[in-house]
């Protein structure tokens, strides 16, 4: 449905121009400068209107620092990030504080993103009274209004978090994200500390979300069942950097990075059946210290497909045939 | 009305008897140090040099001393009773400045990060290098004495530990996703440390003050019995008994009364602070 190769300027949401960044480095024990952590290394990406974009990888590939970098909470090296036209990178504080009105959060553990002294009425109110867009009794409708759109209920809002279940908690946060109904929704791994029977009844609700307020999702994740159900684009990321950009039906269809790959057959089926027959795709070794990323090709030490030129020549995001952008000697 | 009673008899119900039974001895202690002046049988200056160190219900010229007499033959009954007065406003306000001086601190340096939080931090190492008695007695050297320096050099002196422990559970709280939320929905600095970050480290900080509670009572009673707290012929609790330590082999009463009310007061203070932190938390609050 989404056009995600289309260059022009208008209608996206975000527009990350070759982030790259970096920790450490300087400053440290008695003087000596620690190791550089490469955690982002140089990504461009688009997101347009309505869509949504999901962001695939292991733990330590910088997923979580590109979404800091995106909202602003983690200063990048270099590089643009733009969001519906205005740049995060190098914003003051005050611009800083405006932007955030158009992009919003959503965390991984719902018990740890609700202060759990604050009542969720208190906690959803929050962004309308810090900006000033509404207060007293237009603050109470509108609070109760978010409640229901998250499928709570008004008098929900007296409540305290620890009154909740976990479905219902992140909800609350899904209702705070909204709240100033931002353009786009950074969701990192939204539902992987939820139980497995409520994950599909947040993710039906982000989905709803979407549909009434064209919203658009970064959607962080490494559980690609659950990309699958709701995305348009799959990104994958490997030590800093993209390695695979598609489509979804083409992404999930024809995964052409041995990485994805790998990812993929690591998805257990559901019909024991379809899962014996499955082709594994086995990596061999550890990630790799993001402080210590390996030459040319950063997955050559664990790739099965891997030649001399790997280690040499770092592979660039090629378009193929079908649409996909791949980052691959081989593939 | 009844069910308000009623509300408020189930509420009451919940309550462990523990801590109704140090609410009732802190009440108690609260209002006749309040009420000293009317409740006092005597005057609490007025001196009776025939009756010296005379044990309790020691009668008199038709006066009964019911804890007896000290040194100077004055009522210990009337001058505890006026001595819990000045050693409970002492510890209190001199609780407050302290907290509120260290735990903003704490927040800040824990908060911002950087230059300010060495500066704080390294301060609150300094501080706690230094005897806590020898700055107390330099600053009133200094200052001189009274109650409201008394006051505030407890204050100004005892405030490193509540900045370490706010400071330690500020950096935990800091990192939470729910501040990075409230960072993103607009909040400032301010909006955070005092909406988010303070309730949240409201326990850790209230067990210290009552710590610090009973202490600041020694304290008092030490910078007191140097002669660089209250000024005689006033008295509190500690300048009692720093003059009945004198006494002890003839006259164990001027000690054990005031002592005993001290112990009571630090203790039902302790099981109150207790009490109020899990009261405070609102996990705790509802089933």
Same mark, same amino acid.
Request: a positive charge.
């Given at each position: 449905?989404?056009?995600?190769?289309?260059?022009?300027?208008?209608?996206?949401?975000?527009?990350?121009?070759? @982030?790259?960044?970096?920790?450490? #480095?300087?400053?440290?024990?008695?003087?000596?400068?620690?190791?550089?952590?490469?955690?982002?290394?140089?990504?461009?990406?688009?997101?347009?209107?309505?869509?949504? @974009?999901?962001?695939?990888?292991?733990?330590?590939?910088?997923?979580?620092?590109?979404?800091?970098?995106?909202?602003?909470?983690?200063?990048?090296?270099?590089?643009?990030?733009?969001?519906?036209?205005? +740049?995060?990178?190098?914003?003051?504080?005050?611009?800083?504080?405006?932007?955030?009105?158009?992009?919003?959060?959503?965390?991984?553990?719902?018990?740890?993103?609700?202060?759990?002294?604050?009542?969720?009425?208190?906690?959803?109110?929050?962004?309308?009274?810090?900006? #000033?867009?509404?207060?007293?009794?237009? /603050?109470?409708?509108? @609070?109760?209004?978010?409640?229901?759109?998250?499928?709570?209920?008004?008098?929900?809002?007296?409540?305290?978090?620890?009154?909740?279940?976990? #479905?219902?908690?992140?909800?609350? @946060?899904?209702?705070?994200? /909204?709240?100033?109904?931002?353009?786009?929704?950074?969701?990192?791994?939204?539902?992987?500390?939820?139980?497995?029977?409520?994950?599909?009844?947040?993710?039906?609700? !982000?989905?709803?979300?979407?549909?009434?307020?064209?919203?658009?999702? /970064?959607?962080?994740?490494?559980?690609?069942?659950?990309?699958?159900?709701?995305?348009?684009?799959?990104?994958?990321?490997?030590?800093?950097?993209?390695?695979?950009?598609?489509?979804?039906?083409?992404?999930?269809?024809?995964?052409?990075?041995?990485?994805?790959?790998?990812?993929?057959?690591?998805?257990?089926?559901?019909?024991?059946?379809?899962?014996?027959?499955?082709?594994?795709?086995? !990596?061999?070794? +550890?990630?790799?210290?993001?402080?210590?990323?390996?030459?040319?090709?950063?997955?050559?030490?664990?790739?099965? /497909?891997?030649? +001399?030129?790997?280690?040499?020549?770092?592979?660039?995001?090629?378009?193929?045939?079908?649409?996909?952008?791949?980052?691959?000697?081989?593939? | 009305?009844?069910?308000?009673?009623?509300?408020?008899?189930?509420?009451?119900?919940?309550?462990?008897?523990?801590?109704?039974?140090?609410?009732?001895?802190?009440?108690?202690?609260?209002?006749?140090?309040?009420?000293?002046? %009317?409740?006092?049988? *005597?005057?609490?200056?007025?001196?009776?040099?025939?009756?010296?160190?005379?044990?309790?219900?020691?009668?008199?010229?038709?006066?009964?001393?019911?804890?007896?007499?000290?040194?100077?033959?004055?009522?210990?009954?009337?001058?505890?009773?006026?001595? *819990?007065?000045?050693?409970?406003?002492?510890?209190?306000?001199?609780?407050?400045?302290?907290?509120?001086?260290?735990?903003?601190?704490?927040?800040?340096?824990? %908060?911002?990060?950087?230059?300010?939080?060495?500066?704080?931090?390294?301060?609150?190492?300094?501080?706690?290098?230094?005897?806590?008695?020898?700055?107390?007695?330099?600053?009133?050297?200094?200052?001189?004495?009274?109650?409201?320096?008394?006051?505030?050099?407890?204050?100004?002196?005892?405030?490193?530990?509540?900045?370490?422990?706010?400071?330690?559970?500020?950096?935990?709280?800091?990192?939470?996703?729910?501040?990075?939320?409230?960072?993103?929905?607009?909040?400032?600095?301010?909006?955070?440390?005092?909406?988010?970050?303070?309730?949240?480290?409201?326990?850790?900080?209230?067990?210290?003050?009552?710590?610090?509670?009973?202490?600041?009572?020694?304290?008092? *009673?030490?910078?007191?019995?140097?002669?660089?707290?209250?000024?005689?012929?006033?008295?509190? %609790?500690?300048?009692?008994?720093?003059?009945?330590?004198?006494?002890?082999?003839?006259? %164990?009463?001027?000690?054990?009364?005031?002592?005993?009310?001290?112990?009571?007061?630090?203790?039902?203070?302790?099981?109150?602070?207790?009490?109020?932190?899990?009261?405070?938390?609102?996990?705790?609050?509802?089933?």
């Amino acid at each position: 449905m989404s056009e995600p190769m289309k260059s022009s300027k208008t209608g996206h949401v975000l527009e990350i121009r070759d @982030v790259a960044v970096h920790f450490g #480095g300087r400053g440290g024990l008695l003087g000596k400068s620690g190791p550089v952590v490469k955690a982002v290394n140089g990504v461009d990406l688009d997101i347009a209107r309505g869509e949504t @974009v999901a962001l695939v990888g292991e733990s330590g590939c910088g997923k979580s620092t590109l979404s800091n970098a995106i909202v602003g909470l983690q200063a990048p090296i270099s590089g643009s990030v733009r969001i519906s036209g205005d +740049e995060v990178v190098g914003a003051s504080r005050r611009e800083l504080n405006d932007i955030r009105r158009k992009v919003q959060m959503i965390f991984q553990d719902p018990a740890l993103s609700l202060d759990p002294r604050s009542t969720v009425g208190a906690t959803i109110g929050e962004p309308l009274i810090v900006r #000033g867009v509404a207060k007293g009794k237009a /603050l109470k409708e509108r @609070v109760a209004t978010l409640l229901q759109q998250v499928g709570l209920r008004p008098e929900h809002a007296d409540r305290y978090p620890h009154q909740f279940s976990g #479905g219902q908690r992140q909800r609350v @946060v899904i209702a705070r994200a /909204l709240a100033l109904e931002p353009d786009l929704l950074i969701c990192d791994e939204p539902v992987s500390a939820l139980d497995v029977s409520v994950r599909a009844q947040i993710l039906n609700l !982000l989905v709803a979300l979407q549909k009434r307020t064209g919203v658009s999702y /970064l959607f962080v994740s490494h559980d690609l069942g659950v990309v699958r159900h709701i995305c348009d684009r799959v990104v994958v990321m490997y030590l800093g950097r993209f390695v695979e950009m598609a489509d979804r039906d083409t992404f999930f269809a024809n995964p052409k990075h041995p990485y994805t790959k790998a990812l993929m057959s690591a998805v257990p089926e559901a019909d024991p059946e379809v899962q014996r027959a499955k082709q594994r795709f086995i !990596l061999s070794g +550890e990630l790799p210290s993001p402080s210590n990323i390996p030459s040319g090709c950063a997955f050559h030490t664990r790739c099965p /497909l891997a030649t +001399e030129i790997c280690s040499r020549e770092r592979p660039e995001l090629t378009p193929r045939a079908d649409g996909a952008r791949v980052a691959c000697h081989h593939a | 009305m009844s069910t308000a009673v009623l509300a408020l008899s189930q509420r009451l119900r919940r309550v462990p008897l523990s801590v109704i039974v140090v609410s009732v001895i802190f009440l108690v202690i609260v209002l006749l140090a309040i009420f000293a002046p %009317w409740v006092a049988p *005597a005057d609490p200056n007025r001196q009776n040099l025939l009756g010296r160190l005379k044990p309790p219900g020691f009668e008199m010229r038709g006066i009964t001393y019911w804890l007896g007499t000290d040194d100077l033959g004055r009522d210990l009954l009337s001058r505890t009773l006026y001595g *819990a007065g000045v050693s409970l406003s002492v510890a209190v306000l001199s609780v407050v400045v302290s907290s509120l001086v260290g735990v903003t601190l704490g927040m800040i340096a824990g %908060w911002f990060r950087g230059e300010i939080e060495i500066l704080i931090m390294r301060l609150v190492d300094i501080m706690m290098s230094i005897p806590a008695i020898l700055l107390a007695v330099l600053t009133v050297a200094v200052l001189g004495p009274g109650f409201l320096k008394l006051v505030l050099v407890l204050g100004l002196t005892r405030w490193p530990r509540y900045t370490r422990v706010a400071y330690a559970q500020t950096l935990q709280v800091a990192n939470l996703p729910f501040i990075k939320a409230s960072e993103l929905a607009g909040a400032g600095a301010a909006r955070i440390l005092f909406h988010h970050i303070l309730p949240n480290i409201a326990g850790p900080v209230l067990i210290v003050a009552t710590a610090e509670f009973g202490l600041m009572i020694l304290m008092e *009673a030490g910078l007191s019995f140097l002669g660089l707290g209250i000024q005689p012929p006033a008295s509190s %609790w500690g300048s009692i008994m720093s003059v009945g330590r004198q006494y002890i082999e003839r006259a %164990w009463w001027i000690v054990a009364f005031p002592g005993a009310c001290l112990f009571l007061l630090v203790f039902s203070v302790n099981v109150l602070g207790d009490w109020l932190r899990d009261q405070l938390d609102p996990r705790s609050r509802t089933r």
